[in-house]
């Protein structure tokens, strides 16, 4: 980066010298020389030509000249056609891998009191089941795109919202005390979030052998099978007692608030397993049950204001006509709120809580609507942010069979893939031979950062928008664009560096501007210095998938560097030097690169 902005600024002074006209920063286009032609960097010359009144051969000989003659980056040129192809001197690749070896962090922007500060909400379970494969995505997406805007110099809040309240949670709870005995996940065994699960399934049980009953009888009876199902569905005494627990709950009841207080913190305590285990966490937790009402009161403030209508049942909608839009339902004709109510109440409750700059809601793309609704509705209210939320929009995610083993039967169950994955990945690295001298922890923990890094890396590798099919045996791989691939590189570097202390080798903070450099150590250095621009990049697109694809290219361009290059073994000292702090800060970028997406690294694999 050093290199770009000290040859941009000698291009505005040869523009100013030579044409006499001042330009700014952006006309001053930058970018790698093609594989086929000399060169490191490539000056476009077409924006200068109306200052020039030359042609673009000469323009671009002009340019070089003066920039050979008066820039010490600059080592020769080569003009074709319209560009004008720079090679860099080797003292200034030194340079920059000096300026690279110096900042920890190089590549990333740290954030200040003016930083703008972006919320990112992601997970938004349900407290009737536990987190299955869809909520992994999310987690992950969420958890890596917080912390590319840190990087990029924002400030950063993560949270989430759990959907704790409505007539699935009552089912849950209805079965529990019909078929429960008592039973907890202390006594039973099962994480809480599972325990709970169990008994939304057995409820569905249930309710569905009521309604074939009750269908068959109504069409005994002469109703026709269509009607005789739909009276069945409403008919059924489990729903019907669920529906009185609801509104036993919306009025406080204090037996069925206890009962939901004591379910839903088995399920929090369960969550907060799988949390950990996928390494993702929050800074705050809003829960619908606190949201709903705070939404209720911001609509009736809106229909005050005349933003929103009333209709004769008492319901209330928005017309969205004028942006082309339907209407909108947002309290229903007895008053109680929609999802859209909701998210206005957890709005209304984040605005207040933090200065929020922009608003990210990681949530799948069959929410489109919703979200486009939503933006509308948050600008007409007053919320600043409102009109520019971001919906982050991702695809589903399948497996190639269609689901894996999980307790429902029906999805796969998130802390069951995690464990699938830990287990694959140490039985491929037992295959493999690569626990040689190992301690059964440390094959223990190398699995777990494997296998972790393999589930994290497969999945967010791929753009978020897309539907994705996650193939374990295949993200397990230790070749080819894979999280243990760029994993067992890092581990490799760390080997080298440890036997090059075994050796006494005092590798420098700084080398000398003299030193050795050949072509291949320039691309990797270049490559190093593109980090800074991946994350950018990925910031601006909201995308984990480009710093995946930054760290395999990285990896794979040093995995061929060290096939071509000997570093331990090589016999000029300088070399060695050279392509050992080279070797150092490409373990250091593939560690900060991978960290942005929520990966860890082993010291040995």
Known sequence: ?????????????????????????????????????????????????KMSRKKPEDTAQEIGEYLANNDKNISGFNVVKGFLNLNIAPAAWIGLLNTINSDDLFGEKKSDENSPLVMIEYSSPNTNKPLHLGH????????????????????????????????????????WQKWGNGETPETSGKKGDHLIGDYYVAFDKHYKAECEELKAKYMAEGIDEEDAEKKAKEEAPLIKEAHEMLVKWENSDPEVRALWTKMNSWVYAGF???????GVSFDKIY????????????????????LFVRKEDNSVWADLSKDGLDQKLLLRSDGTSVYMTQDIG???????????????YVVGNEQNYHFQVLSILLDRLGFKWGKELVHFSYGMVELPNGKMKSREGTVVDADELVEEMVSDAKKTSEELGKFADMTEEERNEIARVVGLGALKYFILKVDARKNMLFNPAESIDFNGNTGPFIQYTYARIRSIMRKAAAENINIPEALADDMPINDKEIDL?????????????????YSPSGIANYCYELTKDFNQFYHDYSILHEDDFNKKLVRLIIAKNVAKIIKNGLALLGIEVPERM
């Open 272 to 278: 907060d397993q799988t949390y950990k285990a996928l």
């Open 346 to 360: 957890t709005a209304e409750m984040r605005f207040k809580d933090f200065p929020i700059d922009k608003m990210i």
């Open 287 to 306: 829960y619908e049950s606190d949201t709903y009402l705070k939404g209720k009161a911001k609509v009736e403030e809106g229909l005050e204001k005349g």
């Open 136 to 175: 992994v995505r999310n987690n992950l997406l969420g958890w890596s795109l917080a912390q590319i805007m840190q990087a990029n110099g924002n400030k950063v809040v993560k949270t989430n919202i759990v959907n704790d309240r409505g007539i699935h949670i009552c089912k849950s709870m209805l079965a």
């Open 525 to 541: 250095i270049q490559k190093m210095n593109d980090f800074g621009a991946a994350i950018e990049q990925a910031g601006k697109d």
């Open 1 to 49: 980066m050093k290199i770009e902005t000290e040859i941009c600024g000698s291009v505005i002074k040869a523009v100013k010298e030579l044409y006499g006209q001042d330009v700014p920063e952006k006309m001053v286009q930058l970018q790698k020389t093609k594989r086929e032609f000399e060169g490191n960097l490539t000056l476009v010359v077409f924006p200068f030509l």
